[in-house]
């Protein structure tokens, strides 16, 4: 199996994923962000049909048209619009500078390489390599969300980080389709939840620079 | 007979690099001059230029040391050597076994140490500055360049520059994408360290942010014409190595025919020929980045040489 093409493939894709998201972290503008995260869908759903191909598995066809639709077309056109609406500046400002950032993602990268080889070792090379490359886009999803303080990039963040989700299950074998749908539809409907919470958040702070929440709060640190 | 043939070939090869050398900068600039719609000089001009530098007289500072008038042969000769051991026509070549890429860095970081150290001999500002900034771009580019040695050398099972030819020419190397992250991680070392386009501007003197020119402004005469050789040699290296690495199409075996070796030559201009008109297409779309952004650049092939690393050991379990 190993060193077959199609095994290359799916490999030259499941570390494609990882690559871009790693991109995201080095984004420090949000339109790229945003493009970078449409990027980031599209290879997930290139991935998920070449798992469909390699397991013989019809449905995952259907998650990945899911993926390619909804995640590559529908909410990076429904955040630039809301960019737009809301006319946010285009910079975005991270809490820590971008070589440290980057390093902290090669760390977590690391990390979950050394956690899940072991792990994994006795399960099949494809599964064992896809699960260690969703726990990286899943903490590299999640380092993306603490490392920023605009609300739209957290959410770009949150949104990679169900990528990796995905990325796991396909790879993993035997997601019903039912869940998937169901996963799907319930990121929709997040999305929809936070990006009415943006408006409210632009409405009262004028900006969605989250530390305004701390501030009135009244957290003072 | 096979010793003088091998002899011969090697010094074919080192030849091969030291004429050609000038022949590629003067394409890459003539292409740049014609994407610009401008004439542009002709393609021999990088010669007369050398040939012209040759008959100066050195002018030399009066706080100049020893140091000063050593540094351009030792770079010449350092930046030959590498040069010459990189496989281009023909693998396997006499000394094609010291050909290790660890010590091709380590020749290349030695000839940039002394240029460093000649910058700021004469106690100039300028000098100072331009050593300083060079300095800054070595020290994120040669841990992006190991790691991307690493990587190849880890796929290859070796660090041998022919080894790795003969490896990457055989059919069971696959689509890996380690290998395609060294690739880019290669590209963007090479372009910082022969100081083209989006971090340092080869073309200017006298410019503010400019790094390998201000190490160079006290040079003059022969001194300036074995730099300059020495930095066009550099360019050639650093395209033949990724041509080597990535592109091991025709590259003739060990002791072949002199037929082999023709075609090999010829597969050979052809890649750099390509690799130049892509340097002289991208520096032409791209502008010059900040010099504080430039450890950002560099720190992204720093990531990708690591990522492909890393990449690696998951296919190959740990």
Known sequence: MVGTFAFDLAHLLAGSLVLVSMLMLYQDRLTALLNIYAL?????????????????APHLYITAAIALIFKAIVIPTALHRIVRRLGIHREI???VGV??????????????MVVMLPIAAEAHPLAREDLAFALSVLLLGLLTMITRRNAVSQIVGFMSLENGLVLAATGARGMPLVVEISVAFSILIAFIVIGVFLFRIRERFDTVDVTALDRFRGDRR | ???????????????????????????????????????????LQPYRDLLRLMRKEVVLADTA??????????????TWVVASLI???????????????????????SARFFQALAGMDVGTSFGGIGSSREVMIASLAEPAMLLTVFTIALVAGSTQLSTV???????NVGLRISLGLALVALIMIALAENSRMPVD?????????????AMLLEYSGRHLAMIELASMLKLLLYMSLIAAVFMPVGVADVGSGVEHYAFGAVAYLAKIGLCALFLAAFETLIAKMRVFRVPDFLGAALMLGLLATLLLFVSKGL
């Open chain 1, 40 to 56: 980031h869908a599209l290879v997930l759903a290139l991935s998920v049909a070449c798992q469909a191909y390699i397991q013989d």
């Open chain 2, 201 to 213: 501007n080869p073309s200017t003197h006298l410019e503010l942010t400019m790094v390998h020119e």
């Open chain 2, 1 to 43: 007979m096979g010793l003088t043939y091998s002899l011969l070939t090697q010094a074919a090869q080192m030849g091969l690099v030291l004429g050609l050398a000038p022949l590629l900068t003067g394409f890459v600039r003539k292409i740049k001059a014609r994407l610009l719609r401008r004439q542009g000089p002709g393609l």
């Open chain 1, 93 to 95: 400002e991270t809490v």
């Open chain 2, 65 to 78: 040391s020893w140091l000063f008038r050593v540094v351009p042969y030792l770079m010449f000769a350092a």
């Open chain 1, 99 to 112: 070589g440290v950032t980057m390093l902290a993602g090669m760390g977590l990268v690391a990390l979950s």
């Open chain 2, 87 to 109: 496989p281009t026509f023909a693998k396997g070549l006499m000394f094609s076994w010291t050909a290790d890429l660890i010590a091709i860095t380590a020749l290349l970081g």
């Open chain 2, 165 to 171: 030819a003969t490896f990457m020419a055989s059919t």
